[in-house]
């Protein structure tokens, strides 16, 4: 989601700036920041600090925050931090060039924190085709109404807002006929009540057959999925579709009804194994992954196990599993039952090792098989390699006998198993 927030800033900004990769010699600096959890928070407090010298020895230096704390905070960060020119929100980062203007024109600090219900996203395109890739993120909706009990979107990103499906499929045409894309991720916060609120909008799984229908478009992807919302209809979508791929993100968050029900998850343990059992049913090779909350307040030792016994059951391939934080505005942040931090990193651990069991054995029963790859470019870790990903958003690096073949879908042979890659080699081109 952030990622995506900066490139539409990187188009709107056009030619007044231009991308530096030394950040001590910039004019202009955006920090792009996320409060979901408190550890990111921290991070961005210390480079925000770090820019103050800067700022010194370079008068015409920009500073901006943009992005959820600086919906969070707003005006305080000023407090703080008196050498930042610009806030802008969720909302606000739309209006970075009239920010610029209002600075330049001696009217500093902007904060532009204004969160609309309302609210119409812009359609943000690059001003010129940008530099060929393979895949992009497509948001197709901004903001949630779930209002789970530990979490702070709701309130730094607003009511939850479906865009245009014309737009949607407009944005990802250009994509596909001006960059080369391949692969879209169709991002929101919780992409199966997309339209739910519009009159006369596709539902979630109307809108992957409309964007499967693109030609030249070879994959789709999308992230997150609120268990509650999965239906049946979108399960069938993801088995029957070719262009989607198989692999879902279907956050847990907690294995005991009574820890589901604090968070207000509106599902019970069972309803969710139900759910993962129909979608296997329907789509045997789903790769399927999830969030993990551990040490959420009161949460028992026996509450912990049902987690882990759900881990053992549903046997995710990955699993991305945080310590409860307190966050600002949440209604857990008042619960009066708090853990300490030290049963909340044994828990963490014991999640971890357990995960890191069961990923091991998914990753190796992939060993001598042979998987489709769409060819995302050379691998980081070894430039004799190439990487990309499977249908079930597992990354693979292989060898090849030719290394310019990014963006096109190969068929690769498993030779060996990592942590969280596969790696192996290179057997036939599927599509150019
Ligand atoms: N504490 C810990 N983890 C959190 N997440 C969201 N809010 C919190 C919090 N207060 C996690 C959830 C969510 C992921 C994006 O971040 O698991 O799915
Ligand atoms: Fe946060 Fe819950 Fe909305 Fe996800 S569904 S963004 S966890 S409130």
Redesign the pocket.
């Known amino acids: 989601m952030n990622e995506n927030d900066s490139e539409k800033v990187l188009y709107l900004l056009g030619d007044l700036y231009e991308q530096t990769p030394h950040p001590e010699e910039a004019d202009l600096i955006l920090v792009n920041t996320c409060s ?3 550890k990111p928070e921290h991070k961005l407090y210390s480079e925000i600090g770090r820019f103050k010298d800067q700022k010194k020895r370079n008068p015409g230096l920009i500073v901006g925050v943009m992005g959820c704390v600086a919906q969070q905070e707003g005006e305080n960060l000023l407090k703080r931090y008196p050498h930042i020119d610009m806030i802008l929100g969720t909302q606000g980062f739309y209006r970075i060039r009239e920010a610029l203007e209002l600075i330049s024109s001696g009217k500093r600090p902007v904060v532009f924190t204004d969160l609309k219900e309302d609210f119409k996203f812009p359609l943000v395109l690059p001003q010129k085709p940008q530099n060929r890739r393979v895949t992009a993120y497509v948001s197709i909706m901004q903001g949630c109404d779930n209002f ?1 009990s ?4 709701p309130y730094v990103r607003g009511r939850e807002i479906s865009r245009k499906p014309e737009e949607i499929l407009d944005e990802i045409k250009y994509l596909v006929e001006m960059e080369g894309v391949r692969e879209v991720t169709l991002l929101g916060q919780n992409v199966n009540s997309y339209g739910k609120k519009e009159r006369d909008f596709p539902d979630f799984a109307e809108l992957l057959e409309r964007v499967s229908q693109i030609d030249g478009l070879w994959r789709i992807r999308f992230t ?1 999925s609120h268990p509650k919302d999965l239906c049946e209809k979108l399960m069938r979508v993801i088995a029957e579709n070719p262009k989607v791929c198989k692999h879902i993100h279907l ?1 847990l ?1 907690a294995g005991s009804n009574r820890v589901l029900k604090r968070m207000n998850r509106k599902y019970t343990r069972e309803e969710f194994l139900e759910k993962v059992e129909k979608l296997r049913l329907l789509c045997p090779d789903i790769g399927i992954t999830t ?3 551990v040490g959420f307040p009161g949460e028992t030792e026996e509450d912990f196990e049902e987690t882990l016994d759900i881990l053992r059951q549903v046997r995710f391939q990955e699993i ?1 599993s ?6 600002p505005f ?1 209604t ?1 942040k008042r619960f009066s039952d708090k853990l300490p931090e030290s049963v909340k990193e044994e828990r963490l651990k014991r999640v971890h090792s357990l995960q890191a069991e069961i990923s091991k054995e998914i990753y190796r029963s992939y060993l001598g098989k042979e998987v489709e790859v769409l060819v995302e470019g050379i691998s980081s870790k070894d430039p004799q390699k190439l990487t990309g990903r499977s249908t079930q958003n597992l990354v693979v690096n292989f060898t090849a006998p030719r290394l310019d073949m990014a963006g096109t879908l190969v068929k690769v042979l498993i030779e060996e198993a990592g942590q969280h890659s596969l790696r192996g080699r290179y057997l036939a081109t599927l599509q150019v």
């Open positions: 979901v959890r408190e789970c530990y979490c702070i979107v997150t956050p968050q969030d993990i909350i991305f945080f310590k409860y934080s307190d966050r949440t857990a």
